[in-house]
């Protein structure tokens, strides 16, 4: 596999605006929680974490702290900025249904980027992978931004000033088939360099949307033992997002 054609324009030409769009800070809390969940499977204390699909490396920021980091992203654009954003961590680029790095973590970390699983197929190859890299003992942690369940359609807006770059950006999520194993999120970003220069990027990304029980099934399937946890934020409804769990056997 191993093709970015597929990749939003965010992730390609775009993927050095990501710092202007997404910034570090705006993911701490969030940092925190999947730290304290993954604490809460593992043993004995995790030491390495492979994240997949880790983007710019926005929680790894905060994870890095903790964790000795090996961070996968498809995007070499990507991959560039979460250099210079964790030069201690290792970067490895490879696709999440099928990289291969030989060795085994204490826990392994997929957040965001899980989305861009769209089939069950696809999510499947990405779990496995989580198990094949998660040594006995270890936990992996999956985080999709929403469930079958609790999906909802919505409109966000947000974005950064950074040197003489500004982005805002709107982000319209909905689901045109509630039947398949996808929803949309169209989004439109409004890139200013300098106080002239100003374009309109409209830029769709499909995602994958799968069942609560799907997930655990999923999971279970390849050998975790699989829990799902309410996802803990002061910006998110209680209730209104799941995270994923899994502990691997230390017989396994
Ligand atoms: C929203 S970004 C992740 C941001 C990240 N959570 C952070 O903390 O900065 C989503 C990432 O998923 C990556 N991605 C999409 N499909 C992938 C795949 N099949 N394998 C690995 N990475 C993938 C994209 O290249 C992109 O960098």
């Known amino acids: 596999m191993n093709t970015t054609d597929t990749l939003p324009a965010l992730y390609q030409e ?63 654009g990507m991959l560039r900025v979460s250099r210079e954003l964790n030069p201690e961590c290792d970067h490895v680029q490879g696709d999440m249904r099928t990289v291969r790095l030989g060795r085994q973590f204490d826990a392994v ?21 989580a198990w094949v890299h998660c040594r006995p003992g270890g936990a992996a942690l999956f985080a999709p931004d929403h469930t079958r369940e609790t999906f909802k359609a919505s409109t ?14 709107l982000e319209w999520t909905w689901d045109p088939d509630v039947t398949d194993t996808t929803y949309i999120s169209d989004m439109v970003y409004v890139l200013r360099e300098g106080a002239h220069h100003v374009r309109c ?6 995602c994958g949307l799968f069942g609560h029980n799907d997930w655990l099934q999923m999971m ?23 995270v994923f769990l899994g502990h691997k056997p230390d017989r396994s």
Not at 115 to 122: G, N
Not at 201 to 206: A, E, F, S
Not at 220 to 235: I, M, N, Y
């Open 109 to 129: 970390f997929i957040q965001d980027a899980i989305v861009y699983m769209l089939s069950t197929a696809d999510l499947a190859r990405a779990i496995e992978t």
């Open 14 to 76: 775009l993927a050095d605006w990501w710092p202007v769009l997404s910034s570090p800070e705006d993911y701490a809390e969030e940092a925190r929680f999947y730290r304290h969940a993954l604490l809460s499977a593992c043993t004995p204390t995790p030491r390495t974490l492979l994240e997949l699909g880790s983007g710019g490396g926005n929680n790894a920021s905060h994870l890095k702290k903790h964790f000795e980091m090996t961070l996968v992203d498809l995007s070499p």
């Open 156 to 169: 966000t807006h947000g974005g950064h000033d950074r040197g003489t770059r500004s982005l805002r950006y």
């Open 220 to 242: 279970a399937r390849v050998g975790f033992e699989a829990r799902s946890l309410p996802f803990a934020h002061t910006e998110i409804e209680p209730g209104s997002a799941h």
């Open 201 to 206: 990027v409209l830029d769709r990304h499909t």
